[in-house]
Structures are given as structure tokens and as C-alpha cells.
């Protein structure tokens, strides 16, 4: 099955400075969790994931031809 | 021969590179000592940025009376004892980066520390022709 | 020595300016910036005066760290009673005009009295002069900077535009021409004064022990602690990447606050922004260069900020980049905090489309919206209803229930219907609805945190509030996600004498108190914490908060709450043990 990631600002590097990656993702019931750890994001760096513009829990259950963005922290206002 | 380059497109007019210049050569925060001139400033025309850094063309070499400046192995020094502050050196540095102080002056001494702190690498350190 | 010991003060009234010590002992306890600039308010200001009165004063105040290479060291605090709130009123403005003060000598300006005629004030280290501003009266602010730049050469200035002039309570001070002290009327109190405008020109420098080793400990928290991904965001991006955030978590104020979310935000969001963009501008001494310098068919600003995004695009029905970013421009230019004033036309045209008072502009209708900042700065047409603010306006006209401001200051850009704790810390901020005070959004909306619950927001927002207090004094800029154990580190390594993070959390705790000590001198207790009634009784429709409010019941118990973990009464006064305490 194929997914889309987006990382978004500086998330970007964990992808070699793609911001949108479309890629297959064999395994059955991977979660955003698992995702993270596949591109080494660590989740102290993310504010909140959303899916298919949702914002959803880090064990979301991620399915095929889902969006996936991932968002960094942010400070101030 | 290795000397700084700006890269204006780079630049965001943050004035570190002032400040690490200052204190590294003249031990305080005072970014009009420092020994380059990046402006970054909105005027009529819109944003303007411009960058004037020492590129090591030995002018103030060739034009001291004194021998006051030298060149070794790619870097400047500055000998004071040898300095009459006459500042024909200040006037004649094409990009105009010699600090002239109450005693003496100050040249780049290709320390580096301002593209150290350059943080988008809009200063860098890189071979120029010579 | 990182302070100058050195503060300026002119009175305006008489022409004399005089030069006195920094009050060493304040500065111990209160830092520098907004703590320090509220200490001398509430020791020189009598209870009661009236903001635009001579009897206001205006300070300027930098910190210890500003003026160094401390990274986002560049920000200056501009303080005095608020015109439009009738709180303590201290703005925070980044670019260069703080160090440049520092390097002229001075840790702080205090500005007293008020000029017969308009006047501006020109410093050049040790010379001080009023000179004066005939010619630039009238003027936007950045006509005024272009002027002065080409009479005073390289110099830094705060300029006020028409709204200052003409004492609107939205006008802010502006500087470099696209860098505000935006809320709570300052620009109005310059201009109650007839001070047109602020230039500076500083020669000296600063002189702090083992500076090379101070230099390279910097470099190194630079590297490692301040250009990472917690704060990297400010350089892709900027504020502009909020607009997704909030739009996907349902607090992006939308015509009036009526929804959280905006169907045309893609026309206003980072990668909007980001297509128009020309170039990255940062502050003195700031790696992290947050600003965007914009150019799209005839107009160019640095922004549109988020808050500029959300409340004059999405708040007014405008998906439309190009009038945002003239919008912005004509806000700068004039004065005009673009807060206030996104709220101020959003108020006007849902009033007009309710029939309850026609100002003759609906939501979304651009060519109107763009003849606004013009109009409100100069009180023309129907911009002289407009140049009330939205609490007067509803006082006048009514729509009282859908009014969003708070004890007078218009409500910033995040919908507190979807981070609970955002209606805490507005209706708990010192200066009537900030987001700067606390932002609890950051952890909630767009976190792992519960936004839907009361539970735990108090401690929440009171924490942030207090660190938010020694940043904002010290003076570090807001978007440096830095731990109250760095910057114990930083001012140890800086002032020679140990800071712990515990003793920065009392003093951040000490000015927060002192701040609403001040308030609490006006008058102000627990009446007047309340929000706008459309947040407690209208649940919005769409999105991640579609069925949501934040009921009356739920915010009083998270007030009652805050009110009591402050050591403050059941009406929110500060109790005599607390101001022991914390030696108020």
C-alpha cells in the first residue's frame, strides 16, 4: 500500500530535505508511532501528527493512502 | 589563498557576525569595531543588503609607509609599534573594513570568528583568486 | 558590565533630560525589561492617571543580555499605563533598536510630561536632543523612518503614524518599518506626548570579564540548543505555519470568532507565504531570523505574521494573500496594531451582517477591507466608529455578547473554545487578551494535553506566565523554546553571580505578581477576568472543535483554581502572605 508523508519546517531533514515523501508501507497495523521511528523523527521534535488532516494520537493505526503530516514544535505566537 | 565571501541572498542582517568579530578582537560588544560592514536595512527601494568583508587584496599592505600591516602564510597582522596613524590604510581598503581606533587601526586577521557564528553561512571562508 | 548603570530621562514638558543610575536593587529582583520597566511604573505613577495624560510615562527598557551575543537578545521593552485597558501596558519590539540604545549607554529611557509641539528625539550616545517634528507630523511611520534616516544617517527609530497621532487606543510604535510594539494603545501614548518618533545612534560598546570564553559558550548553546528542531520552525517558516496548526485543530478565528476553521485557509497559509517570499530578516543577534520579507504584485511587507493572517484573514472572510499583505502594510504604516484591528473590522461586519448596526462592510469583501487602515488611523468616515475598538464599539452600537476583547484589548489568534487553558491565559494575562503572556495552545491545540478539559490548566498557565515573565525581562525573544535552566545559565556566565532556574521561578512569579499588583491599585479583581459570552454560549460548527464551547462553569473553576495556586483571594487580589513572599 502506498502512503504520503509530509514533514513539515525543520522535520524536513529527516528526509533529506524532502518535504513530501510518497512511498509503499507493506507492514499491516503500523501506527504513526512506528512511522516516526522508521525516518528517526523523534517525537520530542514533533508538536502533533495529523492524518488526512486530522490531528490523531501517536497510535493511530495508519492505513493505505493515508497523508500523514507530521508538524514540529513551535514557541511563541 | 583562503578569505571571507559573503553571500548576500544568504544573509538576515542578525549582526552576530559583528559581535564575534568585536569581542573576539577588540574584547567588547561594539559592532562599529567590527572589522566588516554587513547592512541589512528597508529603505525606499525595499529591502537592501549589502556586505563588505576584508577579500585579502594586500592593498593596505602595499600602501602602509610604515610596514605596519604584513601579510603571512594568508593571514594580515597589524604591528602598533610600528603604526604613525597616518590612515592612509583606512582610506584606501577597497571594501572599506579598517577600523581606525583612537590609537591605531584594526584589520581582518582572517580569525574567522564571524563566519563561525554566521548562522545561515551567508559569511564563509573559501579559496579566492589571487 | 552587562547593565550600562545607566538610565536617561527627559522630561518633555520641560526639554531637560537628566541621567540617573540603574536602581541596582529593582534590578536584582525585577531583571530588566517588562519586570523592571513595571517596578519604576508602579513606584513613579500615581494610582489612577489618566494614559493619555502628561502624568503617563512611557519607558523604554533594555535588559542584561541585551546588546551581547546571547542568542535572541534583540528585543526592547516599551512600557506605560495602557489607553486602551487602563492595566500596566508593556510591549515587547524586536530589530536593533534596543542594542543600538545599550551601545549609546543607556539601559533605559524615561519619557515624562508631554511637548507643546511635536517633537522627536534624536539620542547620539551622551548628546540628547528634542528636536522638532513639525514636518513629520501627519506622516506615516515610514515616511518618518525614511526621513529621519536620511537627515541622521545610520540610526535606529521608533516612530509612531497617524493612529498614534490621533490617540487611537490600537495604535502601536513602529520600528525598521514592520517590527511593532503592537497592543494596548502604547503608539497613543507617544502621541499624547507629541513625541513623533525615537532615533538612536549608539558608538560604545559593552564590556563583560573573560569575554572570548563568554563568546564561545554562546556559540556552542547557539549550536546545540538554539538552532534545532524545537526552533527551526521560526527560519523554515515562521509564524505563517501556525495558520495550518490551528485550521487543523479548530481554533483559527474565523469571521468573528462565529467558526474555527477558515474553507479558504490554504489562501493564507506558510506555503502562501512562502511563494511571495523574498528574503529571511532576523533581529539583532537572533540565528533563528523568524521574519518573512514578502513582495506580491504591487505591495511588499516582512510578515504577514500569523496573528496578522488569522485575525485580518480568516477573522474578516479574506482568503486572499496579495489584500492581506497590503492590509499589513497600510497596519504598519499607519500604526495600527493589526490585532486590534483584524477584530475591530471583523466586529464591524458582523454587525452589519446581523443589521444590528451597518457599517457598510460585510466579511470578505476586499476593496472595502483595504480602504479600512487608512480610514480607522485618520477617524474618517465610518473609520471613526471603527477607531472606538471593538469594546466601545459594542458599548455604542451593541453586539456585546459577540465583542472579543478582554477588559478592552482585542482577542488574539487562537479560539479558546479549542485550548481551554487560551481562555485562561487571556482572561488572566496583565494586559487584556495576550497570547504572549502564557501560550498554552502550543502544549494543548497543538499537543498532547487535553484542550477540552479544566483539569490542570491553572498550574499550566501560571508556569508559563512566570517563565514568560523572566524571558520577556531578561530580554530574550518568545521564540526561543528556552528552559528556565539555561537561561539560570546564561545570566550566571553573563552577571558573574549564580542564577538557579528555582530563584528565576520566583522572579518570574515576583513580576507577574507585580504586574497585577499594579492592576489591582486601578481597580481591577475578578469582574473583570471574564471572556466574551459567545466563547461560554455559542458552540462552534466545523471541524476539530465542531460541538464545542467552554462553558461559563468550566472557566470558573479553572479561574478559582488559578486564583488560589497564586497564593490571590477568591476575587483575585493578591493575599498580604504573597506579597510577603515574594517581597511586593
Known sequence: MKITLQLKGPLKKYADGTELIKFDFDENNQTVSELLQRFKIPTSSVSFVQVNGLKKELNHPIKGGDKVTVNPRVAGG | MKALAFHSEKCIGCKLCHLACSAQNEGEFNPRLARLKITSIHNRDGLMVKGQTCDLCLACVEACPEDAIIEKNGRLSFLPELCTDCGICVDICPPQVIVKKSIGVGVCVQCQSCSNWCPTAALTFEEVNK | ?584
Open chain 3, 1 to 584: 558590565m552587562a547593565y550600562m548603570d545607566k538610565v536617561l530621562r527627559i522630561n518633555l514638558t520641560t526639554g531637560k533630560s537628566t541621567t540617573e543610575p540603574l536602581n541596582k536593587e529593582w534590578a536584582r529582583e525585577y531583571l530588566g525589561g517588562k519586570g523592571l520597566s513595571i517596578k519604576y511604573l508602579y513606584e513613579e505613577l500615581k494610582p489612577g492617571v489618566d494614559p493619555l495624560s502628561a502624568n503617563n510615562k512611557l519607558i523604554l527598557m533594555t535588559g542584561p543580555i541585551t546588546g551581547t551575543l546571547v542568542p535572541n537578545s534583540g528585543k526592547l521593552a516599551i512600557a506605560a499605563k495602557s489607553p486602551a485597558t487602563g492595566t500596566i501596558l508593556d510591549c515587547s519590539i524586536g530589530g536593533h533598536f534596543a542594542s543600538e540604545l545599550k551601545f549609546a549607554g543607556y539601559d533605559a529611557v524615561i519619557i515624562e510630561g508631554k511637548a507643546d509641539k511635536p517633537v522627536y528625539l534624536y539620542i547620539e550616545d551622551d548628546k540628547v536632543e528634542l528636536r522638532s517634528a513639525a514636518t513629520l507630523w501627519g506622516k506615516g511611520a515610514h515616511e518618518t523612518e525614511h526621513l529621519l534616516y536620511e537627515e541622521l544617517g545610520d540610526v535606529i527609530t521608533l516612530a509612531i503614524g497617524q493612529a498614534g497621532e490621533n490617540l487611537l487606543t490600537m495604535a502601536c510604535i513602529s520600528s525598521e518599518l514592520y517590527r511593532q510594539a503592537g497592543r494596548g494603545g502604547i503608539g497613543a501614548v507617544m502621541g499624547s506626548k507629541n513625541l513623533k518618533a525615537i532615533s538612536v545612534r549608539g558608538t560604545g560598546g559593552i564590556k563583560i570579564p573573560d569575554i572570548r570564553k563568554f563568546s564561545a559558550a554562546m556559540n556552542k548553546i547557539k549550536r546545540e540548543d538554539t538552532m534545532t528542531d524545537d526552533n527551526m520552525w521560526a527560519y523554515s517558516d515562521g509564524t505563517p505555519m501556525i495558520v495550518d496548526l490551528s485550521q487543523s485543530t479548530g481554533i483559527l478565528p474565523t469571521r468573528n470568532f462565529q467558526e474555527g476553521t477558515f474553507d479558504e485557509y490554504r489562501a493564507i497559509n506558510s506555503d502562501a507565504v512562502k511563494s511571495v517570499l523574498k528574503a529571511k530578516k532576523a533581529c539583532f543577534a537572533c540565528p533563528l531570523a523568524c521574519s518573512n520579507y514578502v513582495k506580491m504584485g504591487k505591495t511588499e511587507v516582512e510578515g504577514p505574521e500569523y496573528e496578522t493572517l488569522a485575525l485580518c484573514g480568516s477573522n474578516c472572510g479574506i482568503g486572499d494573500m496579495e489584500a492581506v499583505i497590503e492590509f499589513n502594510r497600510l497596519c504598519d504604516d499607519h500604526c495600527l496594531d493589526t490585532i486590534s484591528a483584524g477584530n475591530t473590522v471583523a466586529f464591524a461586519m458582523e454587525m452589519t451582517e446581523k443589521g444590528i448596526h451597518d457599517f457598510g462592510i460585510r466579511f470578505g469583501e476586499v476593496e472595502k477591507y483595504l480602504t479600512m487602515p487608512t480610514l480607522i488611523a485618520t477617524r474618517q468616515g465610518v473609520g471613526a466608529d471603527l477607531a472606538l475598538g471593538v469594546k466601545k464599539m459594542a458599548e455604542k452600537f451593541g453586539g456585546r455578547d459577540f465583542a472579543m476583547e478582554i477588559k478592552g484589548l482585542e482577542i488574539p489568534g487562537y479560539e479558546p473554545r479549542g485550548s481551554w487553558a487560551m481562555g485562561l491565559a487571556y482572561g488572566t494575562s496583565d494586559r487584556g487578551a495576550c497570547h504572549m503572556r502564557a501560550w498554552p495552545a502550543a502544549v494543548e491545540a497543538f499537543g498532547d494535553i487535553d484542550p477540552f478539559t479544566s483539569e490542570g490548566k491553572a498550574e499550566l498557565v501560571i508556569g508559563m506566565q512566570d517563565d514568560n515573565s523572566v524571558k520577556f525581562s531578561a530580554i530574550w525573544c518568545d521564540f526561543w523554546a528556552i528552559s528556565t535552566e539555561r537561561m539560570a545559565e546564561i545570566l550566571t556566565l553573563l552577571l558573574g553571580r549564580e542564577f538557579t532556574a528555582a530563584e528565576l521561578k520566583t522572579t518570574g512569579e515576583r513580576i507577574y505578581n507585580l504586574a497585577h499588583l499594579f492592576n489591582e491599585r486601578e481597580g481591577f479583581d475578578r469582574k473583570d477576568d471574564y471572556l466574551p459570552a459567545r466563547i461560554y454560549n455559542e458552540k462552534l460548527t466545523t471541524g476539530f472543535t465542531a460541538g464545542r464551547s467552554l462553558p461559563k462553569e468550566e472557566y470558573e473553576k479553572m479561574l478559582s483554581e488559578y486564583y488560589k495556586l497564586r497564593g490571590w483571594d477568591e476575587n483575585g487580589k493578591i493575599t498580604a502572605e504573597k506579597k510577603k513572599a515574594l517581597n511586593l
